[in-house]
């Protein structure tokens, strides 16, 4: 006989402790758990009273995890359990599932299908929702986030207490196309039934799919079970059974290949094949430090690997004052950029030096200077005292220092190389840089001075 194929049940709620529950309003008080249940480990006991909100309905609701319903039907059911004392007031038993409660489908039970001192369950389809009670935009089945269930009665003074939810739950009905093959036997009136089985397309609402079947959007998932071994053995079974997966006490999945970190290599050990995610133009990933990471390839399947830093040598000649000297603490020139100073947008990298040549000869005798560094333009006006906005001063990156015996006398030009190691990282791919004179008084031509920025790339 062919193995049965059940439709999903989703248990919305259990109703084994208060956690998440509020009422509805004042005309429900004493919500509790109750030992007085049918699933679970306890069921949830409200009573109605003639609150101050005079309303007829007593009630709970709580905010859902996302629960997402596919291929819904109209022929699938709203399953819930609950017990009344009473129903002499009890105009009827609502559930409301949505995503808030001003956006939910209702489905009733009326209180002539309801027995009072019984426990009930009721399967409502999903097809008979109550038209009166749909607020809002009703519910969306892919997007449940809100659950409330309670009892609408006759009469705002009507009370009844000891009312018990215990279950709430969706069941899918049924609905492949059976195609059933029978055998007779001549002597006997008994029929067989040799085989049961359904259409493709039928069985893909169960998430089931044939082989190389494309994925769709809303295709269901088939959840698979697994058998706990918190280390791992061999199983009973011999090659070619069936056996489950194994997890560990985490419910984490046991895999050939999967070591702990600094464990040693053993002869023998399996390595797992290790996927990659093709970015052509290595960049596509929105990564941040911490995250996992997938390797990833080029247009060839060549893998992307990280090369030694990117030396360069990038230079610039800033535009200097010309009307006259400078003074200590003046600012040499406004914000000058280093062009592509990183590789790509919000890289950066390390300037290891700086050299500097003085074609107008002012700083021969060991004039000392600040080059402070910024990952984005600032302004900063030349020949006077450095002044920057909170703004401005929020994209210092680092600064090197140029002292006096950093100098060297070339009769006709004053040159200067200085070592650095300043790390930096730009908002975009330019660096930015401001001069500021510690000591002397030099005058300068336009073009006097040439700043040549030894970087090397990340």
Not at 161 to 169: E, K, P, T, W
Request: hydrophobic fraction near 40%; charge should be negative.
């Amino acid at each position: 006989m062919a193995d049965q194929v059940l439709p999903p049940y989703e248990i919305l709620d259990k109703f084994d402790a208060t956690t998440g529950w509020t009422v509805l309003s004042n005309d429900t008080t004493t919500l509790a758990t109750s030992t007085k249940h049918v699933t679970g480990t306890n069921s949830l006991s409200f009573a109605k009273v003639d609150g101050a909100a005079n309303g007829t309905a007593a009630g709970i609701q709580k905010t859902l995890d996302r629960v997402t319903l596919n291929r819904v039907s109209p022929r699938d059911t709203i399953r819930v359990c609950f017990y009344l004392s009473s129903i002499a007031d009890v105009a009827y038993v609502f559930v409301r599932l949505g995503t808030n409660s001003t956006n939910y489908n209702e489905w009733r039970v009326d209180d002539a299908d309801i027995t009072a001192g019984a426990f009930n369950t009721a399967d409502v389809f999903v097809g008979e929702a109550s038209h009166a009670g749909i607020t809002g935009n009703g519910w969306d089945p892919t997007n449940i986030t809100y659950a409330c269930v309670g009892v609408e009665f006759d009469g705002e003074d009507d009370a009844l207490a000891g009312i018990l939810f215990d279950h709430l739950a969706y069941q899918a009905s049924i609905r492949a196309d059976l195609s059933v093959q029978t055998e007779v036997t001549l002597a006997s009136s008994n029929v067989g039934l040799s085989s049961v089985t359904a259409a493709a397309a039928d069985m893909e609402a169960f998430g089931v799919h044939p082989l190389d079947h494309p994925i769709a959007a809303g295709d269901p998932l088939s959840i698979a079970g697994t058998s706990r071994q918190d280390t791992p053995s061999s199983l009973s079974g011999t090659s070619g059974d069936y056996q489950p997966l194994i997890t560990d006490a985490e419910g984490k999945l046991w895999v050939t290949g999967a070591y702990p970190a600094d464990a040693a290599a053993g002869a023998g050990d399996r390595l797992v094949a290790v996927g990659a995610i093709r970015d052509d133009a290595l960049g596509g990933l929105s990564a941040a430090p911490g995250d996992y990471v997938q390797l990833v390839v080029d247009a060839y399947n060549a893998l992307h690997v990280s090369s030694a830093p990117k030396g360069t040598t990038l230079a610039d000649t800033p535009t200097l004052d010309t009307s006259g000297a400078y003074a200590a603490d003046d600012v040499l020139h406004v914000a000058a950029e280093i062009a592509s100073a990183a590789a790509a947008t919000g890289k950066g990298g390390v300037i290891t030096g700086v050299t500097i040549v003085d074609d107008d000869d002012q700083h021969a005798s060991g004039n000392a200077m600040d080059i402070l560094f910024f990952d984005a333009t600032v302004t900063a006006t030349h020949n006077v005292a450095l002044s920057l906005s909170d703004a401005d001063a929020d994209n210092f990156v680092g600064k090197i220092e140029i002292s006096a015996g950093d100098w060297v006398d070339a009769a006709n030009a004053a040159i200067c190389f200085k070592e650095a190691n300043m790390r930096y990282k730009c908002a975009a791919t330019s660096l930015f840089y401001v001069t500021v004179l510690r000591s002397g008084t030099p005058t300068h031509t336009a073009s006097g001075m040439e700043f040549k920025f030894h970087i090397e790339q990340d």
